[in-house]
């Protein structure tokens, strides 16, 4: 079952494309001027959708056209890469961003290459929004290796050696679970979890593992390992959607790490048009909150210019507007102190686990 | 040192003061000691300087006549020495004529003249003589015809350097091949160092002079300029000096010189714009200078007036005593104000009245008794009076101490002056002093505002008195005297001089001057009006050549001309420099490195100043002084032409963008429309339309059928499109509604006149049997800006 929707979702990406193609044809044919329309992708340009509880894109648009030399050349690159992209659908095959950037100066056409990775990028998330089809639909891979998670969860992944059955604790080493780039790919089989942590830096994950809060605590670790990749994003919205499992997610105190909590939770600016599929609207902030520097004492680092800056830019983000934000980040303004996850150590190697953790998690009525 | 040259005697008057200084020395002594003024310091430019000369010279002589100027200009190596030969086709010259033009050194024959004249810029074609026969010892050679003659009439012409008299040595006829004209034939020690200042000078006067054929040989290149224009310029008229452009030297000589006995006469026939009302306000002015005014002040009542005459006149009879007190009393309390010689006049005039009724004498003693008597009363009044008019003109916050203070200190120092006749000075220093002695005294401040608006006050109150002003000779003959008659001159209101004296090359000549010797992808041109400055009228032409075959690298080219004449030395030193300097060129698509100094580029500024005296910073004449007025003039002629350029760049600019713009999108769009068709595996796409309308361009697109022709046209730019559309068909097309058709050795033009709206289109059609070719051609429109498939 899982194969088909693949193909279907894979013929629908083609199909996308072509109608796109198709548009651009017609355009000509009526001796128009070519143009696409795309979202304006800017924080002023996102709104809150009440109805799916994610931030989306508004309803500002900005136009491609080749009226502008620029506008032209950006639709020739359209134009090759939609031939590319429904070329790699129809041989079954997939390529990571930084292969098309590279795989561009293999053109003919010396405009429609790219000159740089951020521009290619840009255009695979245009093509994304336009055809209303997600990447990983068209075959196409991130660079960033897949994060991990580790917790009592059997899975079976469709893999090009054929159907895989893991249990992410049993079957797994201590780095735990890979996650797959497309984590759509995954069935997921059985599971004794209780809720699901995200937790931002290696160094903490690893503590974690190594007390065993994991089966303790009967908890998902996942890894975001700093801005969380679509695909673990991806998997924590499934995990929480499909297994009904309460999403907390736990990170540096700072402005930095504000930001992955509310791409988890809300949806990222870049990717807003994908909001519905990659956000966990519910996910919960569990720390390092600013209150709890002083509540207990945790070493700080002085804040920077620009930590100042990106608090005061979250002041005005519409995805931090609600009281909780509101009154931590003015309470770290106002203490202009910041601090790591790691910090928690100074009171020991076992408090994350034994104390800072349970305690948090059971005020939050997660246990 | 700037020369404003504006004294008479034009050209000759410095050099003739720098002569006077040297009178016991020879002139060529003289001209040795002063060549550097006279621009003969070294061979290189004493050649440049005889060539300017001779040329400017033959140029004005032709002129003169009415003639088309022809110039032929020679500089040949003549043995240790040069030969410098130029001809013109002008009237030529009578052997009694020869030694005013081409002999005495510093003969001015423009003496009193003030005109537009290239003569004005020189020295003198005679400097150049007496610099050849004193470098090469030989003298100048002149062949000269009139028309009509049958032959040439030789000359040759040495100058008596003891006596500064020009001799002929040789008179004999010759031939010539020139109908009319003269020849002028010098050698002198030269180089040809400067040599690209005289291509330059040469070069330049046909830029400016595009009605003059000149041809110019030299050793080793020989230019020829033909003529462009059959339209001589304006002929200018002589002006008489403006009373405001004079200076005290010149007033001097010409008083002397003067036949005129009284100064109103003199005014009127010596400067332009003087009529008879102005001469008598300047007259009045120099008279209030020259004499002073007398305070007028209120008189006292009739009544009391009458009583004090009747009282002051003894021995007359009671009759005459009562008639002359009523009438002396009657006059009086008709002027609000009197100044004594209005008393005294009123009182003469009462004496006459009373002797033509009565026959009783009142004789000058009496007169003066009575007029004593009157103002007498008169001055007790003063004080108050004054009081009154101080507290009227100065701030209200003055206290009534100052300004009675004020007022006694004055009055004392009036009832000091005879008659109260004082001069503006006079009446400064008294009001000056007695503020001094107030504040000092009073202890409070009266303050220089205060003290002129006094001063201001009472001479407003005072009357010009009707003493004969000085006749022209005592004038002539008295320093002070000229001194306070050019104050009145310069104080009155004159109307500006006329301008019609000057003769503009024209915006049109101009641009047509540099057209003709710069071949560039644009000119603009500018004829400024008229303005004077001092006492000159002027008007300054500026004309830009830009691009084309103009080198682009370093600064731009800088014409300078002066009545026509280029100016070719000190170009660093001349107005045109700093006004050039001090515009933003950036602002008009120059490139100006820094932003200041002069700009770089393909370009070639042209700046024209022409004046009845045009001054320079120097006797040599190469540099414009800085006179404000004929600065900003400048900067605007400039600016004025500049502009046009600017449009020009702009424009150029953005066709260049908009055929950028064309060949990267006309690169683009076919790629990607054959792309298209292949990924959607349909017919490969017509983008002509696409590329019109991206372009903003006008699309003309053709279509045949079987039984004809149909060309659309599609206006996709913002404004509406005038065309001219001409299809040349090689098949008879019969006869189009809205089109004219012309048939040609088998070709058929036919012409659409049609206006297509922005955004609209146009359907051109005619009826065609079988096949035929086509070859379209559209006007109206830049090519940057027109698709035609067709």
């Known amino acids: 079952m899982a194969i088909d929707t693949t193909n279907q979702s894979e013929e629908m990406a083609r199909e996308q494309l072509l109608d796109l193609a198709a548009e651009f044809y017609d355009q000509f044919a009526d001796g128009a001027v070519p143009s696409m329309q795309i979202p304006t992708r800017t924080k002023s340009n996102i709104e809150y959708d009440e109805d799916s509880e994610v931030w989306v894109y508004g309803d500002r648009h900005s136009t491609r056209s080749a009226k502008t030399v620029s506008g032209a050349k950006k639709l020739l690159k359209a134009t090759y890469v939609i031939d590319f992209l429904s070329t790699q659908l129809d041989e079954d095959r997939s390529s990571t961003l930084r292969e098309l950037y590279y795989l561009s100066e293999s053109w003919d056409h010396e405009i429609a290459q790219f000159s740089d990775q951020n521009e290619s990028n840009q255009l695979i998330e245009d093509l994304e929004i336009v055809s209303d089809v997600s990447r990983e639909d068209f075959h196409m891979r991130p660079e960033e290796s897949g994060a991990t998670l580790m917790g009592p969860l059997q899975l079976r992944e469709q893999t090009r050696r054929g159907e895989r059955d893991i249990h992410c604790q049993k079957d797994v080493g201590e780095g735990g679970y890979q996650i797959p780039n497309n984590p759509d790919t995954i069935e997921f089989l059985d599971n004794d979890a209780d809720f699901v942590l995200c937790v931002e830096t290696g160094g903490m994950r690893d503590r974690l593992v190594e007390n065993g809060f994991d089966t303790e605590y009967n908890t998902i670790i996942v890894h975001l390992k700093g801005q969380p990749a679509r695909a673990t994003r991806r998997i924590t919205r499934r995990l929480h959607d499909e297994l009904g499992l309460p999403v907390v997610v736990f990170t540096d105190g700072d402005p930095w790490s504000y930001r992955i909590f509310a791409s988890v939770a809300y949806g990222s600016i870049k990717s807003a048009h994908l909001s519905e599929y990659l956000a966990t609207p519910d996910a919960r902030y569990i720390g390092i909150q600013p209150t709890d520097i002083e509540e207990y004492d945790l070493p700080t680092d002085p804040l920077s210019d620009s930590d100042i800056n990106a608090l005061e830019n979250e002041l005005e983000d519409p995805r931090f507007q609600d009281d909780f934000w509101t009154t931590e980040i003015e309470h770290q303004l106002d203490i202009g102190k910041k601090a790591e996850q790691q910090a928690l150590a100074a009171r020991g190697l076992d408090f994350v686990t034994d104390e800072y953790l349970p305690t948090r998690l059971d005020e939050m009525g997660v246990i | ?790």
């Open chain 2, 1 to 790: 040192m700037t020369s404003y040259q504006s004294e008479l005697g034009g050209r000759s008057n410095v050099a003739e003061e720098l002569a006077e200084s040297q009178r016991s020395i020879s002139i060529a002594e003289f001209f040795e000691k002063n060549k550097h003024m006279l621009g003969f310091d070294s061979g290189a430019r004493g050649l440049v300087t005889a060539v300017k000369e001779a040329v400017d010279n033959a140029l004005d002589a032709t002129e003169e006549a009415g003639i088309l100027p022809d110039i032929y200009v020679s500089i040949t190596e003549a043995g240790d020495y040069y030969r410098l030969v130029v001809e013109d086709n002008g009237p030529g010259i009578t052997k009694e004529q020869l030694p005013k033009v081409f002999g005495k050194l510093l003969y001015g024959s423009r003496f009193h003249v003030r005109e537009q004249k290239r003569g004005q810029q020189g020295i003198g074609i005679s400097a150049a003589v007496l610099y050849a026969q004193l470098t090469s010892g030989k003298p100048a050679m002149i062949t000269s015809r009139t028309d009509g003659d049958s032959d040439a009439q030789y000359f040759e012409l040495i100058v008596d350097t003891d006596s500064n008299e020009p001799e002929i040595s040789v008179d004999t006829t010759t031939s010539w091949e020139r109908p009319h004209g003269t020849r002028i034939e010098l050698e002198m020690e030269a180089n040809m160092r400067a040599r690209q200042q005289l291509h330059d000078y040469i070069k330049h006067t046909a830029v400016v002079n595009p009605h003059a054929r000149i041809e110019f040989e030299e050793p080793r290149e020989r230019l020829k300029f033909e003529r462009v224009t059959d339209q001589l310029p304006a002929e200018t008229e002589e002006i008489r000096p403006h009373p405001h452009g004079i200076e005290l030297g010149s007033l001097i000589k010409l008083l002397d010189e003067s036949a005129s006995h009284s100064l109103s006469g003199f005014l009127q026939s010596e400067f332009t714009r003087v009529g008879q009302k102005t001469a008598e306000s300047i007259v009045t002015a120099f008279r209030d200078r020259h004499f002073g005014r007398e305070l007028a002040w209120k008189p006292a009542p009739a009544p009391v007036i009458e009583s004090t005459v009747s009282d002051v006149v003894n021995n007359k009879s009671p009759d005459a005593t009562a008639t002359f007190a009523q009438r002396v009393a009657g006059a009086v309390s008709e002027q609000p104000r009197l100044a004594h010689h209005e008393c005294r006049a009123i009182v003469a005039n009462a004496a006459e009245h009373v002797k033509s009724t009565t026959g009783a004498t009142f004789g000058s003693t009496v007169q003066g008794h009575t007029v004593e008597a009157i103002w007498e009363l008169i001055l007790d009044g003063v004080e108050s009076e004054l009081t009154e008019l101080i507290d009227e003109v100065t701030t209200a916050r003055k206290s009534d101490e100052t300004i009675d203070g004020m007022a006694r200190r004055l009055v004392t120092k009036l009832n000091g002056v005879d008659r109260h006749r004082l001069t503006h000075d006079g009446i400064e220093s008294f009001v000056e002093r007695a503020a001094t002695q107030t504040e000092q005294r009073d202890d409070v401040t009266f303050g220089e505002t205060a003290q002129q608006k006094v001063t201001e006050g009472v001479w407003s109150i005072s009357s010009s008195v009707p003493d004969d002003p000085p006749s022209v000779t005592a004038v002539s003959n008295d320093r002070d005297f000229a001194s306070e008659l050019l104050e009145a001159m310069r104080e009155t209101d004159i109307l500006a001089p006329p301008t019609d004296c000057l003769a503009p090359i024209t915006d049109e000549l101009v641009e047509e001057g540099l057209r003709k010797e710069f071949d560039a992808d644009f000119y603009a041109a500018t004829t400024r009006d008229a303005e004077v400055h001092g006492g000159d009228p002027f008007i300054v032409e500026a004309g830009i050549a830009y691009g084309g075959d103009i080198l682009s690298d370093g600064s731009i080219d800088v014409l300078r001309f002066a009545n026509r004449v280029p100016l070719v030395y000190q170009r660093g030193a001349c107005a045109t420099a700093d006004v050039i300097t001090s515009i933003n060129w950036r602002n008009y698509g120059l490139d100006q490195p820094g932003g200041s100094g002069t700009p770089n580029g393909p370009a070639v500024v042209l700046i024209h100043v022409a004046s009845t005296n045009v001054p320079f910073t120097s006797e040599s004449k190469d540099a414009i002084a800085n006179v404000p007025e004929i600065e900003h003039e400048i900067e605007l002629a400039i600016r004025d032409a500049a502009r046009d350029l600017k449009r020009y760049l702009k424009k150029r600019r953005s066709l260049q963008q908009r055929k950028r713009k064309r060949n990267v999108i006309a690169d683009i769009l076919p790629t990607m429309a054959e792309k298209l068709a292949n990924m959607t595996d349909q017919q490969s796409l017509m983008i002509e339309d696409s590329l019109a309308r991206i372009m903003s361009n006008v699309l003309v697109e053709r279509t045949t059928t079987d039984d004809g022709v149909a060309l659309t046209i599609t206006n996709h730019t913002d404004t509406s499109a005038e065309l001219s559309v001409t299809d040349i068909v090689s098949v008879d097309p019969g006869s189009p509604a809205d089109a004219t058709v012309v048939e040609m050795d088998g070709e058929w033009f036919v012409t659409w006149e049609p206006t297509v709206e922005s955004g609209a289109t146009a359907r051109l059609q005619y009826d065609l049997d079988g096949e035929a070719e086509f070859d379209i051609s559209i006007e109206g429109i830049e090519a940057e800006k027109l698709s035609v498939t067709a």
